[in-house]
């Protein structure tokens, strides 16, 4: 009888099993939230979407249409023209697997609007922000054997100061890449024999830091904004003193949440409260704590 094997069988033999390890995965805690579009009214449902939305199951007849009969604002998801359904939110931070296979350049597609930090250098190979990793719109980027965890949607890193160190080799011109936009940068240590002169054998533009003629030294990146404080979230009470309409200012442009109801009328957002562009308004008697996103 014979017998015989293939070229795949044969490698498997004497390599082993070969591992694929996939370019870029990602992990995201999530809840369902209901919405409904009563008597096929237009009605918005306050959530933070930043995580991003999906229709997980339709509740009702008329077709929830993303787009057309539902969708999602900054104040939440909006539902139209009779749709009903549940929709999975992603809550907190997603964390995004990225990897740079054989050496090579990989964008993983993510929205990076909410801020990226790296969580966890998978790699040998270091992980240096804007020299093997780094952000754009379109997502997060790796290049030259750099993989690591990344957390999509906790707000930019506030700027830090940090010490850079250039060198030019046999008297060449060395560029050394480095944010410098909203920065100064100053020469901290000189290294080398020859001088370092400022815009003569050293010096910086938006690309980073430059060096020639045989100047090493350690530069020190400052940053020239400071980061804004977070803003905090505040809290308004509405009353609708003898059940006439009340309006209460406040900036609700990203959300309002029912905190506590302090009457015994019952609170229905859309119906005895509900918030525009002018601020909360209360009716019927309704008397809460409303929670004002910053």
């Given at each position: 009888?014979?017998?015989?094997?293939?070229?795949?069988?044969?490698?498997?033999?004497?390599?082993?099993?070969?591992?694929?390890?996939?370019?870029?995965?990602?992990?995201?805690?999530?809840?369902?939230?209901?919405?409904?579009?009563?008597?096929?009214?237009?009605?918005?449902?306050v959530t933070d979407t930043r995580g991003g939305v999906t229709l997980q199951r339709q509740l009702s007849n008329a077709p929830c249409i993303e787009h057309r009969t539902w969708g999602v604002t900054e104040q939440g998801i909006w539902v139209d023209k009779g749709c009903r359904g549940v929709f999975r939110v992603a809550v907190g931070p997603t964390t995004l697997t990225c990897r740079s296979l054989n050496y090579k350049y990989q964008l993983c597609q993510v929205d990076t609007r909410g801020g990226v930090r790296l969580a966890r250098q998978l790699s040998n190979t270091r992980c240096i922000e804007h020299r093997t990793w780094g952000v754009q719109e379109q997502g997060i980027w790796?290049?030259?054997?750099?993989?690591?965890?990344?957390?999509?949607?906790?707000?930019?890193?506030?700027?830090?100061?940090q010490v850079i160190r250039c060198a030019s080799v046999h008297n060449r011109r060395a560029d050394c890449p480095v944010p410098t936009r909203a920065a100064t940068v100053t020469l901290q240590r000189q290294l080398s024999t020859a001088a370092c002169i400022p815009n003569r054998t050293w010096g910086y533009d938006e690309r980073g830091i430059w060096v020639s003629n045989g100047c090493r030294g350690e530069f020190l990146v400052s940053p020239t904004t400071v980061p804004d404080r977070p803003a905090q979230e505040a809290?308004?009470?509405?009353?609708?003193?003898?059940?006439?309409?009340?309006?209460?200012?406040?900036?609700?442009?990203?959300?309002?949440l029912l905190q506590r109801q302090l009457s015994q009328r019952p609170c229905r957002a859309h119906q005895t409260w509900g918030f525009d562009t002018q601020g909360i308004w209360v009716t019927q008697g309704c008397e809460a704590e409303f929670l004002v996103r910053p």
């Open positions: 009888m014979k017998t015989g094997l293939s070229l795949a069988g044969i490698a498997g033999l004497i390599i082993g099993p070969m591992v694929f390890w996939p370019v870029a995965t990602r992990a995201t805690a999530t809840r369902t939230l209901t919405c409904e579009s009563v008597n096929n009214r237009y009605t918005t449902c790796v290049d030259k054997g750099c993989a690591g965890e990344f957390l999509v949607g906790v707000g930019a890193a506030p700027p830090t100061e809290l308004v009470v509405c009353r609708s003193s003898d059940g006439t309409y009340v309006r209460c200012p406040a900036d609700t442009r990203r959300g309002v």
